[in-house]
């Protein structure tokens, strides 16, 4: 028996203990199921469990929607810096730089010390969406929209990105979209705020972390690469054909999982949901029936399940939002658990050090150059 077994990817090895969130029959945030959650609940008011532990009364759902309003908008140095990243950089690399920018200018820091990680969170989740809206709008030519966060969290993020009012049944689909990306137990993007929480970093450098890591396409597939497998498979003429050669040619259909033994990301019935109701609202029913034969011939043939983004991208592209917004969106939704992560780790921390496995060549001797005539 090894002293230390390796397990590639810490797969298998349970590195914290959390109240956060479960994902076992379902996935749950602090004891509620996200299903239920995503149905009946607003943005904000899940935020404010995952940040506190709670959900809110009346009084404190206006105290925290209060904080937003009272954010006000972007910095100016702050909008000056975006202005001046060159256009085609990518938006969540924007993002990262824009966030850190942030933290120069937090309320809650006081003499170089952040006083509250949860006031944190709350400035953050004001100025994130202003900051894509504003990068978005600019790159785009169009003047940014005044921020507005007197109607739902949701609505409002939807006005700053589109400049008009969504529908019910829009605004239904977004805010629950937003509740299902929140948390995802010790997600890629989770740990890597946590291990750098764990040193004893400020906040600002942690979410700096998880954004980085909620860029890479295996944690947090590209949305361009859905909708282009998605239209491809259309343009075949037949989807579950297209599927099949795919499989064939051992290519990798993005928006699926890489192993067949994983369970069915409980995320995905939520969402799926929504895609179909908003498709056939707008009439976009072809992308839906083709997204359900490919769904078919990857649980038959390669038994594996669809990855939360392949509803997420779908539903957003039938929301009207370009590509290049979906990770972005994911990022403010993220935003609440990964504070609420941070702040777990910090009340009860315990740096991580995990061991690694030399494989390298073996001991050997030095040999001094020989010296020059």
Partial sequence: MERHPYRPGLTGIVATETEISQIQDGLTYRGYLIDELAREAMFLEVAYLLLNGELPSHEEMADFQTMLIESGQLPRPVTAALEAIPPHINMMDVIRSGVSLLAHFDPQMEYGVFMSDVSNAQYLLAMLPQLISFRYHQINGNTPVVPN???????????????DEPTQLEEEAFNALLITQADYGLAPSTFAARVVA??????YSSIGAAIGSLNGQLHCSSGTGVLDALQEAMHSGNAEEWACQEITRGRRVLGFEHSPRKQRDP???VLKTYCVQVADALGLNA??????????????VSRVHPRVEWHASRLLHYLGFEPELFTPIFTVSRMAGWVAHIVEQTENNHLYQPLSRYVGMDQRKYKPLPLRS
């Fill in 198 to 203: 764990s040193t004893g970093s400020p906040l």
């Fill in 267 to 269: 995320r995905a019935a």
């Fill in 149 to 163: 966060f007197q109607h739902s969290y949701a609505g409002s993020f939807w006005y700053m990105l589109k400049g």
């Fill in 287 to 300: 992308m839906e029936t083709a997204a359900d034969a490919i769904e078919d011939i990857m649980a038959k």
